[in-house]
T-cell receptor, first 114, second 113 residues
Framework: DARVTQTPRHKVTEMGQEVTMRCQPI?????VFWYRQTMMQGLELLAY????????DSGMPKDRFSAEMPDATLATLKIQPSEPRDSAVYFC????????????FGAGTRLSVL | GNSVTQMEGPVTLSEEAFLTINCTYT??????LFWYVQYPGEGLQLLLK?????DKGSNKGFEATYRKETTSFHLEKGSVQVSDSAVYFC????????????FGTGTRLQVFP
């Protein structure tokens, strides 16, 4: 049963520390999305890639966030330095090219910045 | 710009009750419409979709009909179960030249025995 895998599932860190979240998209999917979910803002799109190329990162705070796809099996989201307001659940999703508007979500990384 | 508006939750129902969660949209062109469901501690998963006017999406007893004249895509189920307790998100696809989805704020459903 193919699924999107995110690590770690939970992360607690102190303000100012670097945080790296990883995502393994479903094999063969060529679009990857990063979302942030909070009670106040709901689900926000941070960035997305197609064929490993970044297409839209307008939702991402550029000064501290960065998203990359070093290869087709790995997407990373980094926050440096982290702040308490970054506390949220971060989801990765991937999608197949043949059905470009369906997205498959990972279970998320719950980040707490103290 | 394109947007999705959902009814605020939580929606609280007894088992076997009828469910409606309202969703309306604003869009240019001809978007596809979706319902995603998020169970506790999990990511979102696609529940159903409709790609053109008057299409009905259905899955697991849930249904939604794409109504262009009222710009709506309301989710319905005839008899809910405790296991349907989750957060439901309405979404639209901006068009065939983009992979992006626009999500509503989500509606929490709580079903009690």
């Amino acid at each position: 049963d193919a699924r999107v895998t995110q690590t770690p599932r939970h992360k607690v860190t102190e303000m100012g520390q670097e945080v790296t979240m990883r995502c393994q998209p479903i094999l063969g999917h060529n679009t990857v999305f990063w979302y942030r979910q909070t009670m106040m803002q709901g689900l926000e799109l941070l960035a997305y890639f197609r064929n490993r190329a970044p297409l839209d990162d307008s939702g991402m705070p550029k000064d501290r966030f960065s998203a990359e796809m070093p290869d087709a099996t790995l997407a990373t989201l980094k926050i440096q330095p982290s702040e308490p307001r970054d506390s949220a659940v971060y989801f990765c999703a991937s999608g197949p090219d043949r059905s470009r508007d369906i997205q498959y979500f990972g279970a998320g990384t719950r980040l707490s910045v103290l | 710009g394109n947007s999705v508006t959902q009814m605020e939750g939580p929606v609280t129902l007894s088992e076997e009750a009828f469910l409606t969660i309202n969703c309306t949209y604003t869009a240019t062109g001809y978007p596809s419409l979706f319902w995603y469901v998020q169970y506790p501690g999990e990511g979102l998963q696609l529940l159903l979709k409709a790609t053109k006017a008057d299409d009905k999406g259905s899955n697991k007893g849930f249904e939604a009909t794409y109504r262009k004249e009222t710009t709506s895509f309301h989710l319905e189920k005839g008899s809910v179960q405790v296991s349907d307790s989750a957060v439901y998100f309405c979404a639209l696809s901006e068009g065939y030249n983009t992979d992006k989805l626009i999500f509503g704020t989500g509606t929490r459903l709580q079903v009690f025995p």
